[in-house]
């Protein structure tokens, strides 16, 4: 089979975030990784840092699709960076190569990312984000994100 | 003095409305015009065309900036349509391009707006659009609107 | 009749270049703006100024499609200058932008506007530009290209 | 060692070619994976394919930076396919992502990557591509192109 049918599940959230939010999202990018789903993500730090780095520890594949120009810009579990140059653009390639999407926590990049998700029907789990978006199918843990991203990925088949 | 001095307002809202927020639309659009003001849009219907079509009226510059390849595609009172081919990546053209956003009601594609114009550090003003987010500035009328426009304005000089 | 009918010709060249080019640029653009026609270029110097500013002089609309993030950094004949913060994506949108482009001269970004273009099936009009690609249209003159231009227009209504 | 210190080449070429040509991009791609290199490409066929194609089969990671919103228009041999959405904007993309570009034969969107690539700096080695372009590095055959690149990259080090 090849690897190209594999899951991507997209995780968002800000660049700067506290160590108990990194750490969910570090324990979303583990059972991710474990999964054998490929983790995309904006690249950089905090929630993308802390997925990437779950993810990378459960020997997942994790795609850094960044703002930049560079790719050493990415963090340092990042396996496939993909600098872009567009600036906040990223975004919607971001939730673009995804399947699904989870988001955790976050400002104002991440709540344009649940919004453009929204908009092109990409299914989107919330974590402790953005509260009251219609649309948004809201959990408390990240085993319980990553129970509803498995049943939108089965309706999605 | 040279034209590329003007001031850009962007008007952000739904392809589809109903007529009373069409109106809005419409009326924001003519105050726009009035002042010399160009107005900044996505170039399709709803509270695009409403938008267009007051500026329009009030003899002022109206530019639309398409999702799709075409010219024609833009509602007829868009006087300078810029197709881009970029689908929903041309929703932060519209705020970038913008030295202040008014958003009018809306779904998840000015929602994304919305929190790309805050993401850039663009005012907004919000106008029976989406609720509670910090950092909109929330009006009741397209007066109103228009007043903290120009209170915006007058800070950006 | 509405405004947005008006023919929009796209003028691509270096950012830097010689008097003689500049003056070539200028001079197309003159003829371009007593035309009627609304000017499409990317912004800056050079050759995007020199036509920006014949355009201007004729009393012609100029539409500076930028590649940064602040509408300032447009020449000063830009009467509408659109920043994108795409970098080297903008020239994608200039030649969308654009009904017929002109290639005066230029380095490797006029090479990949004229390729671009060509892809998209936009006629391309080439003075003292890259030589020898096939479908580009060669002419030696400013009035040479406006003709030529005027050529590709009548084939496109 | 972390995999995102990983060499990223691009190969570059038209998504349809006569055999012979596809068979040159599968020679070449197959060193490329033999390298330990990972395939950027714009993922959908002809030049594309032959490339993914030959890297694929000496294990290699292929990436292929598609120009429509389907994972699933990629080509069987792409292992990570990333859609964009941009349409003729993810050339821009295609040879950022990389640190040489290889171009073999193509057309005009080729000839825009080419010149993409030279504008921002990417190296690139041409195959029986657009002649006469000042700074391609030119060859006649996979195994000089690849010895090219190996050359590029100790200098990019």
């Known amino acids: 089979m090849l690897m190209y049918k594999k899951i991507h599940i ?3 959230g800000a660049g700067d975030c506290p160590v108990e939010t990194y750490n969910m999202a570090s324990e979303l990018g583990y059972l991710i990784g474990k999964n054998g789903w490929i983790l995309i993500c ?3 730090g ?3 840092e802390g997925a990437a780095k779950g993810c990378y520890k459960a020997g997942g594949m994790t795609v850094g699709i960044l703002p930049g120009e560079e790719k050493l810009a990415a963090n ?4 496939l960076p993909i600098p872009t ?3 906040e653009g990223r975004n919607l390639l971001v939730v673009r190569a995804s399947d699904v999407v989870v988001a955790i926590a976050g400002g104002y990049g991440t709540l344009s990312e649940i919004a453009l ?5 990409k ?3 919330g974590l402790k984000t953005w509260p009251g978006i219609e649309g948004v199918d809201y959990v408390e843990t990240p085993q319980q994100a990553l129970d509803r991203v498995a049943r939108h990925l089965s309706r999605l088949e």
Chains 1, 2, 3, 4 share one sequence.
Do not use: H, N, Q, R
């Not at 340092?76 to 396996?79: G, N, V």
């Not at 998700?117 to 029907?121: G, Q, R």
């Open 117 to 121: 998700a929204l908009k092109i029907d």
């Open 85 to 87: 140059g567009l600036g």
């Open 42 to 44: 904006g690249g950089l």
């Open 10 to 12: 997209g995780v968002i």
């Open 123 to 125: 299914p989107v789990v």
């Open 76 to 79: 340092p579990f990042i396996t």
């Open 46 to 48: 905090g929630v993308m």
